[in-house]
């Protein structure tokens, strides 16, 4: 009997196979990498039933590869980064029921109450609101705000020894190459016509397969962050040859986080190098990497030009009524004007929605983080993210002072960047970007591994950034 059940469970795979390949043929026709995606996913799964800590590192690994496929329906009318944001939080939730031991995480509570101030926000909105967008749709954007929370407490159980952590930066680098690559050959007119190219003015916004430029941004800055911890983890025993590859891998995503032509990157670009020289208190080159930058500014004609082009771009819009003066609410590409109606809709609107929110859909479109919060979950919601924040930066800084390590630095730096990316985006409902963010700061700060009061100078001079 055995025998005939593996004969039979043979008969199957040959049409199971050709199946697959006619699904991932049709899938090729709307994108050459949609059915690499598709694979990746079934892989993620398979990795699942035999070691999931597998299946998630799979998912950081591939996970700039998914991104591409935003505009393609697999199942349902749902796209991968649907099926992943959904996933993800899920999959979380599911470890934390089953295991058997959960070291105390810091900020873990204002994390979670934020979480559950959404719950709340968002059956108000659907109780109160029943023309507002379909439930199916809250659910999406519900598990979307619940991606970083789950990144901020998973990954620490995913990476709790030293080893591991070197694995995952060198995991997060080698995803980094598949943006960077791509941003190099649109960048020298390999890649010309992929539709997601984006002007602002003259200037061409460097987008890769992605959705728009910000995207790529995210992962070159990801690919930076992470290519600086690999060196500074295997500085005693890495080679030249792999020190000046990894010195390469930067520059190139310098260039391209360059050329997608963004405000927030090149904040984040001049802040990031000032607090990595202050944090590491090499003083004189954080004061002289101002001024390297003041001067390119000022001599380079080329760097001046897109930086005026993209400056005047946010304002030129308010000038359009009248050119002796500014139309505020076109400020900022819009921006300014949409803070502004929903601050009136906010203040117009009753005790109730006050509290929890005006409506948790509608928020998304507040291109600003924390007005995206004040809009969807109230004042009860926008007070909990703000606590969970001010908890999350407390113990980045408390853990810099302890170890003054790479980790710690980088950790402070993501923080910062994530700041001002969320002036003018709503950062916590971009999964992807979450997933590194948020992960990056967990494991500065939850250092399952890392067990004393403070490391040896050796030690420090090991890892120092």
Known sequence: MPVVVRNNARIWVLPLVVLLGILLSIMATQS??????????LLSTAFLFKNWKNAFFVLFLTRPVIDTAYNYNILFGFSPLHFIGVAFPLLTLSYFLQAKHSAPLKARRPMILFLLSNVLSALATMVSNPSEPSFIYGL??????????????????LVESEKELNRFVVMLMIAGLFPL??????????LPGLKTIRTTGELVRISGWYYDSSNMRFYMFQTIVSSLLVISFNR??????????????????????YRTYSKSALAIMVVGMFMYFLLRRQF?????????????????????????????????????????????????????????????????SDIISKAVG?????????????????????????????????????????????YRDALSIMALIVFAALLIDSFGLTMTLVTSYCWFSFGIMSLSINRTWQKVEKPDSADRGTHAA
């Open 32 to 41: 050459v990498l949609t059915p690499l995606v598709v694979v990746i996913l």
């Open 140 to 157: 999406m954007i519900f598990f979307q705000s619940a991606n970083f929370v789950s990144a901020y407490l998973l990954l620490p159980f």
């Open 181 to 190: 690559l791509t941003g190099l050959a649109q960048s020298f007119g390999v």
């Open 236 to 257: 005693s025993r890495m080679s030249r040859t792999a020190h000046a590859l990894l010195l390469g891998v930067m520059a190139g995503s310098f260039y391209v986080l």
């Open 284 to 348: 004189v080159l954080a004061l002289s990497g101002l001024v390297a930058c003041v001067i390119a500014y000022a001599a380079v004609d080329t760097i001046r030009r897109d930086v005026d082009s993209l400056l005047w771009k946010e304002i030129w819009y308010a000038q359009l009524e009248d050119k002796e003066q500014f139309y505020t609410p076109s400020l900022l590409s819009g921006r300014v004007g949409v803070w502004e109606q929903q601050l009136e809709a906010f203040k117009a």
């Open 358 to 402: 005006i409506s948790y859909f509608f928020g998304r479109h507040a291109h600003n983080d924390f007005m995206r919060v004040l809009i969807s979950t109230g004042f009860i919601g926008l007070s909990l993210f703000v606590f969970a924040y001010g908890a999350l930066v407390s113990y980045l800084i408390a853990g810099y002072m302890r």
